[in-house]
């Protein structure tokens, strides 16, 4: 446990203040390096009604959003183990997948975040019934409902820390999703476009990423869309904000 907790820790000193991407990863990596009988982990956030793995998905043969574990997890935040794809059936298509993909057990793990959104942590192993003992100590590592485990006062204060920062990411990874979504449909950008515009507006405006994409928010919900897009001189369909 407290080994699992010394990983984690490392995750806030290393990862840059709005390098969401990095953090996400980087959690997940850690996590399938660190926990014992994991091969594999991923994210997946359910915000505004849908689903995604925002990391970890790459290089998988299945898709983890498929009808099981994962979407049941996120969906109504409570945990959802498979111990043996083999024998275990409540999933059967997801379970084929998942074994054909060399994987025998995965536990889906809710993790706590604010706000409306969801997200859970999924591990997998090629071996069965991995996760009996594992999977209730990463819950309140995760979710700091037992922080009275950690001894070392400081250990806790850099979890806590950890989590606060994957919060962040998350919060900052729905905010920008929205934000690029809105100029998606405004301009008829594609996604790869719509990012580039908030990253050159958000150089810029000096205004980081989050903070930019939170303030579209805003303005869309307010009504007031048309400007915050001139003053970032995003003004018809096609320009963009001048280098």
């Not at 407290?2 to 990596?29: C, K, M, Q, Y």
Request: glycine residues 6%; hydrophobic residues 45%.
């Amino acid at each position: 446990m407290l080994t699992v907790a010394h990983e984690l820790a490392e995750i806030t000193r290393l990862v840059e203040d709005d390098d969401f991407g990095t953090t996400l990863d980087r959690f997940v990596s850690r996590i399938a390096d660190t926990v014992p009988g994991c091969d594999h982990a991923i994210l997946t956030v359910r915000s505004d009604g849908a689903v995604e793995t925002v990391a970890g998905a790459a290089g998988l043969d299945f898709d983890p959003i498929a009808p099981g574990p994962v979407v049941e997890a996120v969906t109504f935040g409570e945990p959802r183990r498979l111990d043996d794809v083999a024998t275990d059936q409540r999933w059967p298509a997801f379970a084929a997948q998942v074994g054909n993909a060399g994987f025998r057990t995965c536990v889906a793990l809710p993790l706590s975040i604010k706000g409306e959104d969801s997200a859970v942590l999924t591990l997998f192993s090629h071996k069965p019934d991995q996760f009996a003992d594992t999977a209730y100590d990463v819950v309140l590592l995760l979710t700091l409902h037992a922080g009275v485990v950690f001894d070392n006062a400081t250990l806790y204060h850099d979890s806590s820390q950890m989590v606060v920062q994957l919060r962040t990411a998350l919060r900052t990874r729905s905010l920008v999703g929205r934000a690029q979504g809105m100029l998606m449909r405004h301009f008829e950008y594609s996604t790869d476009d719509a990012f580039a515009t908030l990253k050159r507006a958000s150089q810029n405006s000096n205004t980081k990423l989050r903070d930019l994409a939170a303030a579209l928010v805003s303005a869309h919900e307010k009504g007031e869309f048309d400007t915050a897009l001139q003053k970032l001189a995003l003004t018809a369909a096609g320009e963009k904000a001048p280098d």
